[in-house]
């Protein structure tokens, strides 16, 4: 919705959307905090695959068959939504397709980017490195989008606190 914010940018951007938001009023604070909170939810996202691709990574450089290493990872996954998602590729990557193919379903959680790499891996015989590598995007892709949350946290309380300010004075 807003384009992609760096480091540098974070802060003029955010500047700036603090004062679109005054000029437009309480909509564009309702849509921001909205934003907001759909990012949150995707950070968390972001996180749990990061977290699951470095397992999965120390498992094949441990010398574990990538088949094993989804299922233990499968067996010792707590989260119910990301249970649904390894079982549903284990059980493509046991009837023998490629791990990236199997992946391929869940391309909107993991990134066209991040499948493509595994079927290049897959093709090289470099998977566990790639794995691996990939947990390490994924970790810091987490930390750039928490660094832009907690930036936009302080403008957002200030739009809600105008805007309730503003409705107070309207007498509503």
Not at 115 to 124: C, G, H, I, Q
Not at 127 to 145: D, G, M, W
């Amino acid at each position: 919705m807003f384009g992609r914010l760096t480091r540098g940018v974070g802060v003029i951007a955010t500047t700036q959307l603090v004062l679109a938001a005054i000029a437009v009023g309480a909509v564009a604070t309702y849509f921001l905090v909205k934003w907001y909170l759909r990012r949150r939810r995707r950070n968390r996202a972001v996180l749990e695959t990061a977290h699951m691709l470095r397992r999965f990574g120390v498992l094949l450089e441990a010398g574990m068959l990538p088949q094993k290493a989804l299922a233990l990872l499968t067996a010792h996954t707590r989260n119910p939504e990301t249970y649904r998602k390894l079982s549903a590729v284990l059980a493509l990557v046991e009837q023998g397709k490629p791990i990236a193919d199997s992946m391929e379903s869940h391309i909107h959680v993991l990134g066209r980017a991040t499948v493509t790499a595994l079927r290049a891996a897959e093709r090289s015989g470099d998977l566990p490195e790639t794995v691996s590598r990939l947990a390490e995007i994924h970790e810091q892709k987490y930390l750039i989008r928490r660094e832009i949350s907690i930036s936009i946290r302080y403008p957002l309380l200030v739009l809600c606190g105008l805007d309730d300010a503003r409705l107070r004075r309207a007498g509503h």
